[in-house]
């Protein structure tokens, strides 16, 4: 099995499609100037305490109040919370917690109103992105992730991931944990540390501890609301979480990234450095390995089975209702269509699986399977979806089928939903409702480039269109692309993209910055 990671750099966006066996399985876009991230650290403002909800609305910044629920304050809240107030006063010098004078922790069913009170600065943690009209969902139980594993503060604690199952190995990591961890900071060990050397786990927990150090020094004289730590961009964030002996080849379009990915591996994956790639192609690094064609296929309203079934997804407020069609597959009896059903609700289960995760669909969630009349079908069907989820990172419960044969399911939602419009404008129109002859799309091309090289002298340029543009232009012997450097004696580099529509052209100059026409 290949498992390739394609992260595509552009100018405001850096773009990771995860493949396994060239099957789109995740889709990473992160936004240059980010905003709220799950994981950063802030120091906010309580604006007021609601009690009817047993929760505090916080200022971290953002144009809606924060929420933050009692349940997710965190046995430790108090010591938290002196820690904070004494490192921005300055009574507190060093983030070493070796003398550190434990408070009592808070109790489970507490009362908001009892421990906070409004305008106390408070250390929280984004738990999720602010989603729609809400605003980021906190958590003042702050840690900080690692490769191998995650530091939790203000605790003598150390958990091990039940996905480590070798007793041998779990008792190896506690007591080498046990041993170097500092003195009132836990760990929670990751799956990734099975089997990792000693060197390796000390040099994981010296890089969480500049990372806590970085924190501290920020609190100091800050005022609320500030951010003190910033979780990792989401390239390195994928290769931190998902990054494993599986993985075969990285391949980057921008160079000074591949490079920052090379060095990034050299210090936590050394044996991993040599997959990765620098990708030079003309064509668009995402078309290159079939990603832009799998994201039309997946992003969409239906989606197509390749057996011929067929789903149709719709999201509402509340809700994500899928509903399974058998499409062209039949049947040719009684047994042969509960047979026929099983196969097509397998089949769309373990799709479903897969566009879950890379739409980051979470929610409530409701799939119509085709319906099954036999109790040990509807099990399998059952299983079959359990098994097709085991992978997904986030929270999720999948109940058994209901009496109508709808199978409901819940997915931790910490992030707003990936979306992509799938649909193009019409090619003759663009959307307007006005025709325009497409014949002249060619003298609207030449007609900028006749600008851009006789008046702004430009050379160098790439035009990038839709690749049926693009064989038009470079066709036979004496192209127009050929017939375009006779008339101005510099070369046009053309590019197909998959991802522009039919009609719609882009052009760029030497430096690689689109020119604006």
Excluded at 475 to 488: N, V
């Amino acid at each position: 099995m290949s498992v390739d990671l394609i992260i595509r750099a552009t100018e405001g966006e850096v773009a990771i499609a995860l493949m396994r066996d060239k099957l789109l399985m995740e889709l990473h876009r992160e936004r240059t100037e980010r905003g709220f991230t799950v994981g950063d650290i802030y120091l906010a403002k309580v604006r007021k305490v609601a009690p009817g909800l047993n929760a505090a609305f916080v200022d971290v910044g953002h144009e809606k109040d924060a929420f933050l629920h009692y349940f997710d304050l965190g046995p430790q809240y108090r010591n938290s919370y002196k820690f904070a107030k004494g490192a921005v006063s300055g009574s507190i010098t060093s983030p070493l917690l070796d003398s550190w004078n434990p408070e009592a922790d808070i109790t489970k069913d507490g009362k908001m109103a009892d421990v906070i009170s409004a305008s106390q600065s408070i250390l929280v943690q984004i738990a999720k992105e602010p989603i729609s009209t809400k605003g980021p969902r906190l958590s003042a139980e702050v840690t900080i992730a690692g490769r191998y594993m995650v530091l939790v503060p203000f605790i003598n604690k150390v958990s091990i991931s039940s996905r480590i199952t070798d007793e041998v190995e779990r008792k190896r990591l506690k007591e080498l944990m046990h041993a170097i961890r500092p003195k009132n900071f836990g760990m929670i060990i990751r799956t990734n540390a099975e089997g990792k050397r000693t060197e390796d786990l000390e040099a994981d927990l010296k890089n969480l501890m500049s990372r806590w150090d970085v924190m501290f020094h920020n609190l100091k004289n800050a005022i609320a609301p500030k951010r003190l730590l910033g979780e990792i961009d989401r390239t390195s964030a994928v290769l931190r979480d998902v990054l494993n002996k599986d993985f075969t080849n990285i391949h980057v379009n921008d160079e000074l990234l591949t490079e920052e990915i090379y060095q990034t591996l050299e210090k936590t994956a050394p044996e991993k450095k040599g997959i990765v790639k620098h990708y030079k192609g003309k064509l668009d690094i995402f078309d290159n390995f079939g990603v832009n064609k799998q994201i039309k296929q997946a992003f969409g309203k239906q989606v197509v089975l390749p057996s011929g079934a067929y789903l149709v997804i719709e999201k509402t407020e509340a809700m994500h209702v899928i509903d399974v069609n058998s499409g062209g597959r039949k049947g040719s009896g009684a047994k042969d269509q509960e047979h026929n059903a099983l196969d097509t609700n397998v089949e769309a289960a373990k799709e479903i699986a897969r566009l879950l995760r890379l739409r980051d669909m979470g929610g409530i969630i409701c799939v119509d399977f085709i319906d099954l009349y036999e109790p040990e079908n509807r099990r399998i069907l059952h299983k079959e979806l359990k098994d097709a989820m085991a992978d997904d990172k986030a929270k999720h419960n999948v109940l058994p089928p209901s009496r109508f044969g709808v199978i409901e399911m819940t997915r931790q939602r910490v992030r707003p939903e990936t979306e992509i419009d799938t649909s193009e404008s019409c090619p003759t129109c663009g959307g307007t409702g006005e025709v325009s002859a497409p014949v002249l799309i060619i003298d609207e091309i030449e007609n900028a480039l006749n600008y851009l090289h006789t008046e702004k002298d430009m050379s160098g340029i790439t035009l990038k269109v839709h690749p049926f543009i693009a064989a038009y232009l470079t066709k036979g012997l004496w192209s127009i692309q050929r017939k375009w450097w006779w008339r101005w004696r510099k070369n046009v580099t053309i590019v197909g993209e998959g991802a522009s529509q039919y009609l719609d052209f882009h052009m760029f100059d030497a430096d690689g910055k689109e020119i604006p026409l």
